[in-house]
């Protein structure tokens, strides 16, 4: 019998679960694939490709804060080898009005553009193969 490879999903609390699935969404083309409402307290969205064999799940706990990242360096890499396709990426974030910041790790500045989401969490769009 193969080997399967699980599905990652990323789970992460917010105090902006609008604005943050807005940023996913409109500025990285992420898609809604399941939302819930009050389940035990929490709200929540999970946003992804639907064949993407992960998705980022972001949820909100009523009457809980839970404040911005903990440092400039906790970050989600994608990686976009073809550069059309990354230039395209990096315009989408743009025109949607998220400035690029200076990445903390200088490391993604040579081939990539760094975004911060309303959290302060930062994403990477890094135009290289992962060759891991």
């Not at 694939?33 to 909100?60: I, K, N, R, W």
């Not at 839970?66 to 230039?87: C, I, K, M, S």
Request: charged share 20%.
């Amino acid at each position: 019998m193969p080997l399967s490879y699980p599905k990652l999903r990323v789970a992460r609390p917010t105090d902006n679960i609008l604005l943050v699935k807005q940023f996913y969404c409109d500025g990285l083309g992420l898609q809604v694939l399941s939302s819930f409402t009050d389940h035990q307290g929490f709200d929540g969205v999970m946003l992804g490709h639907p064949q993407a064999p992960y998705h980022l799940e972001f949820t909100h706990q009523q009457g809980h804060r839970v404040g911005r990242a903990p440092t400039a360096d906790n970050l989600l890499v994608f990686y976009l080898p073809h550069a059309v396709e990354w230039q395209a990426a990096v315009q989408r974030m743009l025109d949607h009005g998220y400035a690029a910041v200076p990445a903390y790790n200088p490391y993604w500045d040579e081939r990539g553009r760094t975004f911060e989401d309303p959290d302060g969490y930062r994403v990477v769009l890094q135009q290289a193969a992962w060759d891991l």
